[in-house]
């Protein structure tokens, strides 16, 4: 299998290891440091002490690689639409591609019913554009139950890899979702099918939708969150607002909060991907991860005062963290 991955980051770098790993063609969209050193020294992945290498074929430009059968993509959700034009550039007729993007995916009502269906959702997919180039029928999407962090350009380090359920978003289910699974967990990582994709979607979303915006308003980790009372209340209830939006959009409840905040303890001091890019001054998932809730929320009439005030508060923390960024004189 022809495999090209646009996003050597943590994730993006993880999923190339396990493909170029369980044997398949790996190449790598990349630039600067990142695209330097996958041609130096190639994709290095760390696992405890353990260390593997991958020599990818890596380029800037898709004209320089092959035309894939499975383009991976491991950009952010944010950074999509702007890649638009490299993703189409990269795409041949046949291609299908690989989302692994935490949060609400762009494609993620389109031939879903209810009464939200096939709606385009502006916070990750301004003006439809990604739903209009890559139809549903073109997709597979992985839902990440991983932690790796990309220690240099180009190395990666797995702390914990416990699922990745596949599913395909044209409901066939057929060779090319087998082929995935079976060459990824061939290659070390716990891949497995699913016929349920959307609500493995807004289950992981159930945790991060919450405990990611509030550990960047209050800059601590998850356990010191769920020390404080108030903290702890205010996820409580951005944790009920989903649930019913999820039931109104159709989808199954959830569960247990109390069951589901017992998961988000045993890990423990943890520094989300949302809070280490505040501090990084990095764009924030803020859109896939609440602000596409928000807007369904809205457009349905749905009541959910706390997810709408937590979003509007980090969204303006974002917007003023970059002001004062770009007034900050150069060293």
Wanted: aromatic fraction near 4%; glycine fraction near 12%.
């Amino acid at each position: 299998m022809k495999v090209t991955v646009l996003g050597i980051g943590a994730i993006g770098g993880w999923l190339a290891a396990g493909f170029a790993a369980g044997g398949a063609e790996v190449a790598a969209l990349a630039r600067g440091g990142t695209l330097a050193a996958l041609r130096r020294d190639g994709l290095v992945l760390r696992d405890g002490t353990a260390e593997r290498r991958f020599p990818l074929h890596a380029a800037a430009d898709p004209a320089d690689l092959p035309v894939p059968e499975l383009l991976v993509l491991g950009l952010k959700g944010q950074d999509l639409p702007g890649a638009l034009p490299l993703i189409r550039a990269a795409m041949g007729p046949e291609t299908r591609v690989l989302s692994a993007q935490n949060g609400v995916p762009w494609f993620f009502l389109q031939g879903f019913g209810g009464p939200l269906r096939d709606a385009a959702l502006e916070s990750v997919d301004p003006g439809g554009a990604l739903a209009a180039s890559i139809p549903p029928g073109r997709i597979l999407a992985a839902v990440v139950h991983a932690a790796a962090t990309a220690e240099a350009p180009g190395v990666i380090r797995l702390a914990k890899a416990d699922r990745l359920p596949i599913g395909d978003m044209g409901g066939t289910n057929g060779p090319l979702l087998e082929a995935t699974v079976a060459m990824l967990r061939a290659g070390g990582i716990p891949a497995e099918p699913t016929a349920a994709l959307r609500q493995e979607i807004w289950r992981k979303l159930w945790g991060n939708s919450n405990m990611n915006p509030l550990s960047a308003l209050c800059r601590a980790t998850l356990s010191d969150m769920l020390d404080e009372p108030g903290v702890r209340s205010l996820a409580e209830a951005m944790m009920a607002e989903m649930d019913g939006l999820g039931q109104a959009i159709g989808l199954a409840p959830l569960g247990s909060i109390a069951d589901r905040m017992a998961v988000t303890r045993r890990i423990g001091a943890f520094r989300t991907s949302m809070l280490q890019d505040l501090e990084a001054g990095r764009r924030l998932e803020l859109g896939p991860i609440l602000g596409a809730l928000v807007e369904m929320a809205e457009r349905l009439g749905h009541p959910a005062p706390v997810m709408r005030g937590v979003h509007g508060l980090v969204a303006l923390l974002e917007r003023v963290s970059d002001r004062r960024r770009a007034a900050r004189p150069e060293a």
